[in-house]
């Protein structure tokens, strides 16, 4: 074998590598979603009704589309239920589930695509991440 064949070779072979090194990092960034923002409350399920944000009569969930949860990089956010003033929280992820504590309480989402969903009390909240940049 020639040396030019060897070099076409081990471009080819290093042409491969590069392509399925792009591939797995471009993968590995989109299965998942970044909880780094803010999240805001898009529906309300229950077991009869489906209430959205955009629903003129939301009943006595309509305070509820107040919620905001923050995620900062570092594991340290912001919890607003309601009009209440924004807590300090903590959270962590472990895989789909993802965990926010607040004091000494612990609350568990589970992440699903572009939602981050919490259950309580047969009641399910749906969260998606806000477009717009908070402070």
């Known amino acids: 074998m020639t040396n030019s064949k060897i070099l076409n070779i081990l471009r080819l072979v290093a042409g491969v590598a ?4 792009v591939s797995v990092v471009v993968l590995a960034g989109c299965g998942e979603t970044q909880l780094k923002g803010s999240w805001t409350l898009e529906r309300v399920v229950t077991k009869d009704t489906t209430i ?3 629903t003129a009569d939301k009943g006595e969930y309509g305070d509820d589309f107040n919620n905001v949860l923050t995620f900062n990089e570092d594991g340290s956010g912001t ?6 003033t924004a807590t300090t929280s903590a ?9 926010i504590t607040v004091g000494s309480d ?8 572009t939602e ?6 047969g009641v399910k909240y749906f ?4 477009t717009q940049q908070t402070d």
């Open 91 to 99: 959270w962590t992820q472990d895989g789909s589930k993802v965990t």
């Open 18 to 21: 590069f392509l399925a090194l």
């Open 52 to 54: 959205n944000s955009d």
């Open 106 to 113: 612990d609350t568990t989402y589970t992440l699903e695509g």
């Open 79 to 84: 919890v607003k239920i309601r009009s209440e």
């Open 127 to 130: 969260y998606k991440k806000s």
């Open 116 to 121: 981050l969903i919490l259950e309580q009390d």
